[in-house]
């Protein structure tokens, strides 16, 4: 099994930057697509970002295109998530995500990954 453990969340004002990592240990993890997940108070859990497991595909929500970057070190077993721009909307739960099929698609983690870390709390102020 893949274990998940993010990191970075934190406050910050509108307008600027933050960046997560999710530390990964267990099974295999360079052969899994992994993604990042948010969830805001009263609302339901939503895709934010993923990454094939040859970092060849990205995929982003259309709410932060262009301001939000997923990259992956398969040497250091991390996904990171650079957030800029960063606007009050952004508040919420991130989670880490990553799918248990190997060498699978992208779409694996986007549509129904299967193990998920703890959360890091992201707070905008305006």
């Known amino acids: 099994q893949v274990q998940l453990v993010e990191s970075g969340g934190g406050l910050v004002q509108a307008g600027g930057s933050l960046r997560l990592s999710c530390a990964a240990s267990?099974?295999?993890?360079?052969?899994?697509?992994m993604g990042w997940f948010r969830q805001a108070p009263g609302k339901e859990r939503e895709f934010v970002a993923a990454?094939?497991?040859?970092?060849?595909?990205?995929d982003y929500a259309d709410s932060v295109k262009g301001r939000f970057t997923i990259s992956r070190d398969n040497a250091k077993n991390t996904v990171y998530l650079q957030m800029n721009i960063l606007k009050p909307e952004d508040t919420a739960v991130y989670y880490c995500?990553?799918?248990?099929?190997?060498?699978?698609?992208?779409?694996?983690?986007?549509?129904?990954?299967?193990?998920w870390g703890q959360g890091t709390q992201v707070t905008v102020s305006s």
């Open positions: 267990g099974r295999t993890f360079s052969g899994s697509a």
């Open positions: 995500a990553a799918s248990q099929r190997s060498y699978g698609s992208i779409l694996d983690v986007v549509r129904s990954p299967d193990y």
């Open positions: 990454i094939s497991w040859n970092v060849i595909s990205t």
